[in-house]
């Protein structure tokens, strides 16, 4: 008696073709966008923090320049420039600057600093401020030394 030969194949057989079906890209674009729509917000919140953080840190630093240039003039300077620009005639000889290592940079949101000698927020003293992120001075974005 002979024996089948296991080499022959059936005589159909169903074909897969390899790839993915539509569902199941489907799913998977669903997933991408539930995974973005949570990531993306969370990103864009630790730049707004960090950007504020670091107004925070240029502020700081401004007011440890105007307190030794008010120790050394007995006054606030009259704009930001004066403390990194020596001045001429008498008040001269009394200034030891430059009390700002770099020049100011504008903050993150590219707007200049601003400053008051006479301090509306902290009376008898001087305020400086940046105008945060929608630019306006004078709203409630704006970032200055009377925070606590």
Same mark, same amino acid.
């Not at 489907?26 to 966008?33: G, H």
């Not at 007011?63 to 300077?77: E, I, T």
């Given at each position: 008696m002979r024996q089948p030969s296991r080499s022959r194949r059936p005589a159909h057989r169903s074909r897969r073709r390899?790839?993915?079906?539509?569902?199941?890209?489907?799913?998977?674009?669903?997933?991408?966008?539930? /995974?973005?729509?949570?990531?993306?917000?969370?990103?864009?919140?630790?730049?707004?923090?960090? !950007? /504020?953080n670091a107004v925070k840190?240029?502020? =700081?630093?401004?007011?440890?320049?105007?307190?030794?240039?008010?120790?050394?003039?007995?006054?606030?300077?009259? =704009?930001?420039?004066?403390? =990194?620009?020596?001045?001429?005639? !008498?008040?001269?000889?009394?200034?030891?600057?430059?009390y700002m290592e770099e020049t100011l940079k504008a903050d993150p949101w590219n707007n200049e600093y601003q400053y008051s000698s006479q301090g509306k927020h902290n009376p008898g003293k001087f305020d400086v401020w940046s105008n945060g992120p929608d630019g306006q001075s004078g709203t409630e974005d704006d970032i200055g030394n009377w925070e606590a």
């Open positions: 390899g790839g993915f079906t539509l569902v199941e890209v489907l799913l998977v674009l669903i997933i991408l966008v539930v /995974i973005g729509s949570i990531v993306v917000p969370n990103l864009f919140g630790a730049k707004a923090t960090a !950007d /504020i840190t240029q502020i =700081s630093a401004l007011k440890g320049a105007m307190r030794m240039y008010f120790l050394d003039m007995n006054k606030y300077p009259a =704009s930001l420039k004066d403390l =990194s620009e020596e001045p001429s005639g !008498d008040a001269a000889k009394q200034w030891n600057g430059p």
